[in-house]
């Protein structure tokens, strides 16, 4: 075997044993909320740092002394606050303020966290002449308006290379926001696995939420998921593989750009393996650039949503974990689904639900969904979180409709 074989082989090993493997033999959920900032009486872009009263961070510091909240600095140099027992808030490349959970036994426990943090951030950002946007993508202001507000040498990094590409990529890292569901893989993982990568182009659909940017319609029900596809197609998308997951995810990380290594390239990850090996950071850092649908890190990490408002937040979490948790709805899921597709998650983008096909398999999920919950007991999912996942279905899903629409009329009839 071959020297490079054999690196291949260790990180494949990694995958299986690291990467692939469940932390915890549980049904746990966690999740990541986002918000895009901007100044109540203009829509402009809220600044992170300054002594005004509307920069961001001194929002939270206020915040963070009201509630007890500890401020730190990531490796990144990000500042962060800690919330005890609950998880971090901290801030994106262009400023959003994403929040990330600690991981809750059920999804109601985490459904009570995320309102109550966002209740508090909204409060707050009301009394320093902030508003908190719940969309997928900044709508009012342009690439050209939103700079790049922190300036680690990660993201500056990402920034360059990004924006050898196009436009995508500066959208992407400063003017998106998403919620984001972790899940736990448990005994087994490879159902999970497939059955979320087919679930992505459907939860972009039913989530919808980022059909206007920079003052117009973009034509997109998530134009949000469009900036992401087109930022860099070698480290996006669905690297989905049947027969030998972990492999299939190797190949992926193999064929993307390392963005952070010391060496600057524009050649994939296998070339610089042909020079050299990597080291476990070197190789770690890698895995947190690349960026699809459905990450694996010890647990699922789906990423395909919009950012929604706090009202309808149980409805992605019933309908996630509904679906991968409740093993009926779940072997129903995958014999419903089709193997998923990157041209699939395009037209789910750019036609939501407005697709008959899409729309057809949305309310099939939907419904198994809804019946996974009520397997898992009130207990997991309480009746008023329920209540809250079926009453979204009934608003949009079941009309073809998403919160897109939403925002969309609300432009057309200004």
Not at 131 to 147: K, Q, R, V, W, Y
Request: one cysteine or more.
């Amino acid at each position: 075997m071959t020297p490079v074989a054999n690196v291949q082989r260790a990180l494949l090993e990694d995958l299986h044993d690291r990467v692939f493997r469940a932390k915890h033999q549980s049904r746990r959920i966690g999740a990541e909320i986002e918000w895009i900032p901007v100044l109540a009486d203009t829509r402009r872009v809220a600044p992170v740092f300054g002594a005004e009263r509307q920069a961001s961070l001194g929002m939270l510091r206020r915040l963070a002394a009201r509630l007890g909240w500890q401020e730190a600095s990531s490796a990144k140099g990000v500042p962060y606050f800690l919330l005890p027992g609950a998880g971090t808030i901290t801030f994106e490349p262009g400023g959003q303020i994403e929040y990330g959970s600690r991981a809750y036994d059920t999804a109601s426990d985490l459904l009570a966290q995320m309102r109550l943090v966002d209740r508090y951030l909204r409060e707050e950002a009301a009394e320093s002449g902030l508003e908190l946007l719940t969309l997928g993508i900044d709508p009012a202001n342009s690439l050209h308006d939103a700079p790049l507000q922190l300036t680690s040498p990660r993201y500056e990094r990402m920034a360059a290379h990004f924006e050898r590409l196009g436009a995508a990529g500066g959208r992407m890292m400063r003017q998106t926001a998403s919620l984001q569901i972790a899940l736990d893989f448990e005994a087994d993982p490879w159902p999970r696995w497939r059955l979320l990568n087919q679930l992505a182009p459907f939860l972009i659909a039913i989530f919808a939420n980022s059909a206007c940017y920079a003052g117009r319609d973009t034509g997109h029900r998530s134009f949000r998921q469009d900036s992401w596809r087109r930022l860099d197609s070698g480290r996006t998308g669905l690297p989905f593989v049947d027969d030998d997951p972990a492999q299939g995810y190797l190949d992926f990380a193999l064929g993307a750009t390392p963005l952070l290594l010391d060496e600057t390239t524009d050649r994939p990850l296998s070339a610089v393996l042909e020079r050299r090996n990597l080291t476990a950071v070197e190789w770690e850092t890698h895995l947190s650039t690349l960026f699809p649908e459905i990450r694996p890190r010890g647990y699922l990490e789906v990423r395909s949503i919009d950012a929604l408002a706090a009202e309808w937040y149980a409805a992605p979490i019933a309908f996630v974990s509904g679906l991968v948790y409740d093993r009926a709805s779940r072997d129903e899921a995958i014999a419903l689904l089709d193997e998923p597709t990157d041209p699939l998650l395009v037209r789910a983008g750019y036609c939501g639900l407005r697709d008959p096909e899409i729309g057809r398999r949305a309310a099939e999920l939907f419904d198994l969904a809804l019946a996974g919950c009520r397997r898992l007991g009130r207990v997991f999912l309480n009746h008023a979180d329920y209540e809250v996942a079926r009453r979204y279905f009934d608003t949009y899903t079941r009309h073809g409709l998403s919160p897109a629409d939403d925002s969309r009329a609300s432009l057309l009839a200004v």
